[in-house]
């Protein structure tokens, strides 16, 4: 399975952002999809996850009512929809999916087996 990410770039807080990723090769074994951040010196962590065939989300705090993860079955793509961005949301932002992912063990990077290259969203203040 290979995973492209794109949509990061520049913007002004307050301002809004969409990632894509999209999906390629053996998808039939992907079902949980999500997003990771990780800004210079810190740790990779969560942000939002989904399953591809069962709805229902979960995204981490600091996002919430921010940011919303949706997906689109037919392109294989899952977006991150991310709106009122604060300079703390500057990070390299990357796609993960892998099989069944248990929502109590979502937020952790190890549940996932494959990883997109990674986009940086700057948020400038």
């Known amino acids: 399975v290979q995973l492209q990410a794109s949509g990061g770039g520049l913007v002004q807080a307050g301002g809004s952002l969409r990632l894509s990723c999209a999906a390629s090769g053996r998808t039939v074994s992907v079902y949980s999809m999500g997003w990771f951040r990780q800004a210079p010196g810190k740790e990779r962590e969560f942000v939002a996850a989904?399953?591809?065939?069962?709805?229902?989300?979960n995204s981490a705090d600091s996002v919430e009512g921010r940011f919303t993860i949706s997906r689109d079955n037919a392109k294989n793509t899952v977006y991150l929809q991310m709106n009122s961005l604060k300079p703390e949301d500057t990070a390299v932002y990357y796609c993960?999916?892998?099989?069944?992912?248990?929502?109590?063990?979502?937020?952790?990077?190890?549940?996932?087996?494959?990883w997109g290259q990674g986009t940086l969203v700057t948020v400038s203040s």
């Open positions: 989904l399953n591809w065939s069962v709805f229902g989300t």
């Open positions: 993960a999916a892998g099989g069944y992912v248990g929502r109590s063990v979502r937020r952790i990077p190890s549940a996932y087996n494959y």
